[in-house]
Every structure is written in structure tokens, then in C-alpha cells.
């Protein structure tokens, strides 16, 4: 049986929790209008982040979430992202992870399909 995890999934604007734990954004760009000095972020991994070309395309498109979610499990495997996953799933390990993002839209965003990769309750 995999090991699950707890990852969950919250946009940054968001106030953190008390039981949060480790609180990673997991976004290419950084969040508008959020003062990096001020962001209630542990960590900023942009290496996961979907591929430039990608994000484009997708266009937080709901219709197309199935089809960015397949190509964006094959880039994970490449070494850079693959690399990053392998740093979040360590941290998963230590306890609970937040996957940060500032799509609106949390089930069709990138941090659903890193949830699912790392085996996570959500």
C-alpha cells in the first residue's frame, strides 16, 4: 500500500494555520500584489511548476484540466521538476505540506495534480 500523506492544498492570499506545517508555493510567477518580505510562505519551489509553454496553454481552462494533467505528470519527470518533486515528497515525509498557489480554482490547478503525485490526503 503507498504511503499517504498529508498535502493540502491552499491559495497564498490565504491566512496561514497554527496547523498548517510546512507551507510551499508551488506557483512559476510569483503571487501579484504580495510582498515577498510579507508572504506567509516557508519556501518558494518555481522548479515544479508547470513549464511556461504549458501554463500558457492551459489557461486555468477547467475543460482542459485532464490533458494539462497528463502532460504536466510527463514534465515532472524531467530531472529539474523530478528533483523538485523528490524535495517536496522529503518534506511530505516530515509532516504536513501545504501546496500554495494563487489559482482560484484549487482542484484544477497544478497543486492538485502535486497533491495526487506525492500520494497526498487532500
Keep these: ?22 507551507r510551499v508555493l508551488v506557483d512559476r510567477l510569483w503571487p501579484r500584489g504580495l510582498a515577498k518580505a510579507a508572504a506567509p510562505i516557508d519556501e518558494w519551489a518555481k522548479a515544479v511548476a508547470p513549464s511556461e509553454e504549458l501554463r500558457r496553454w492551459y489557461g486555468h ?12 505528470t510527463a514534465e515532472l519527470a524531467g530531472p529539474e521538476r523530478s528533483a523538485a518533486l523528490h524535495h517536496l515528497r522529503d518534506l511530505a515525509d516530515q509532516g504536513p505540506l501545504i501546496l500554495l498557489t494563487a489559482t482560484k ?8 495534480v502535486l ?5 497526498g490526503t487532500r
Design 1 to 22: 500500500m503507498p504511503h499517504t500523506h498529508e498535502v493540502r492544498l491552499a491559495r497564498v492570499y490565504d491566512r496561514p494555520s497554527a496547523a498548517d506545517g510546512r
Design 61 to 72: 481552462e477547467p475543460a482542459r484540466f485532464g490533458e494539462f494533467s497528463r502532460r504536466y
Design 115 to 119: 497533491a495526487d503525485q506525492l500520494g
Design 105 to 112: 480554482d484549487l482542484a484544477h490547478s497544478q497543486a492538485a
